[in-house]
């Protein structure tokens, strides 16, 4: 019989696999705070369980690890970027970053992407596989053992589109945000997506309370489709119909990322059409100067081409923000460290 991951059980889910196995109701209870509040890596460090469970529990179970194959330290911030190798060998990669509120992590959902983004070096290589809810769980529970202290934010954010993974996100977010567990609020985890229409009418019928965000990236369908794949199958009315469900749905405001690329979508002209859509919708405005690929040949956004895009959304009362950008002295493009340990790892075997 193959075991079954545990940890990417919610308490639900491993109370009827606890009762299954003839054992009492409250040893789910326990067996959760092990994995998900003192996130202990065995079963034969769950003291309080008998010798028994415990190894009951071992033959009929697994709990997924990550190692970690590579961490750069910003000098300039102290943001960390962790390539994790998975326990099949595959590498995914986590952000640390550090702000006044608190410590927030950003993690992968997949290995790989398969949604195309021309700006984004997640998507070269294509999608290898969905991760588990453990693995994305154990991305924040590994972190926060690394730098002993608490993490009170999580951003979806960064290798993967989330919303590709949606079985498995959804069971993430009841499991991290669950009271039993050490548990992350819902309104400090952020999921993000590329405009997967239907997808993001599904997660408005879970009525979470993350906050969502849109990669717009452009202000028209024709420029969004020279970007991102995605424009070919939804239109940037149907992704904000869409968002306004969300926001009716779960009463959060809506965020959209715009990535500006020089003398591409970073003009006045592309500004006041974007305006023109988000006007009067109660959102956010998130500019990112983009981070350069090698292997692309976009270019970030003048520093004053970024500022004027702002004060013209600003000027139609659009409630906007320069992202900060922590890092700036590691490798900040998202997929870019996994990328090089993935290659480094390939050269190791041969």
């Known amino acids: 019989m193959d075991r079954r991951d545990i940890k990417?059980?919610?308490?639900?889910?491993?109370?009827?696999?606890?009762?299954?196995?003839?054992?009492?109701?409250f040893r789910s209870g326990q067996i959760f705070d092990w994995l998900h509040k003192k996130r202990v890596c065995s079963f034969?460090?769950?003291?309080?369980?008998?010798?028994?469970?415990?190894?009951?529990l071992e033959e009929n179970f697994y709990i997924p690890q990550l190692r970690k194959a590579e961490c750069q330290i910003s000098k300039l911030d102290g943001t960390r970027k962790y390539a994790f190798a998975l326990d099949d060998n595959y590498i995914i990669e986590s952000v640390l970053m550090r702000y006044h509120y608190?410590?927030?992590?950003?993690?992968?959902?997949?290995?790989?992407?398969?949604?195309?983004c021309r700006f984004c070096a997640s998507t070269l290589d294509g999608l290898a596989?969905?991760?588990?809810?453990?693995?994305?769980?154990?991305?924040?529970?590994?972190?926060?053992?690394?730098?002993?202290?608490?993490?009170?934010?999580?951003?979806?954010?960064?290798?993967?589109?989330?919303?590709?993974?949606?079985?498995?996100?959804?069971?993430?977010i009841h499991i991290l945000s669950d009271e039993k567990s050490d548990a992350i609020g819902q309104r400090n985890i952020t999921v993000s997506t590329c405009?997967?229409?239907?997808?993001?009418?599904a997660l408005a019928e879970e009525?979470?309370?993350?906050t969502l965000v849109l990669s717009l990236h452009a202000p028209n369908d024709e420029l969004r489709r020279t970007m991102m794949p995605i424009a070919n199958r939804y239109t940037i009315r149907q992704c904000l119909d869409a968002?306004?469900?969300?926001?009716?749905?779960?009463g959060r405001r809506i965020s959209y990322e715009y990535s500006l690329v020089n003398g591409v979508n970073d003009g006045p002209d592309q500004a006041d059409e974007l305006a023109g859509l988000l006007q009067g919708k109660n959102c956010h405005v998130n500019l990112i100067p983009i981070n350069p690929i090698k292997e692309r040949d976009y270019r970030e956004s003048l520093p004053v081409n970024v500022e004027n895009f702002k004060k013209r959304l600003e000027k139609s009362g659009i409630n906007v923000t320069i992202r900060r950008r922590m890092g700036i002295d590691i490798d900040s493009a998202c997929g870019q460290l996994r990328r090089k340990v993935a290659q480094n790892e390939a050269e190791r075997r041969r």
């Open 102 to 116: 608190g410590n927030s992590v950003c993690i992968s959902s997949q290995v790989g992407c398969r949604m195309g």
């Open 207 to 210: 009525k979470l309370q993350v």
């Open 44 to 56: 034969h460090d769950m003291t309080n369980l008998s010798l028994a469970l415990r190894t009951q």
């Open 129 to 172: 596989r969905n991760l588990s809810a453990a693995e994305m769980l154990e991305q924040i529970y590994y972190i926060q053992r690394d730098i002993g202290e608490r993490i009170s934010h999580v951003v979806v954010m960064g290798t993967g589109e989330p919303l590709d993974n949606m079985e498995n996100l959804v069971k993430f």
């Open 195 to 201: 405009g997967l229409v239907p997808k993001i009418m």
């Open 243 to 250: 968002c306004e469900f969300y926001f009716r749905q779960t």
């Open 8 to 25: 990417s059980m919610t308490y639900l889910e491993l109370e009827q696999a606890i009762l299954e196995m003839g054992e009492k109701k």
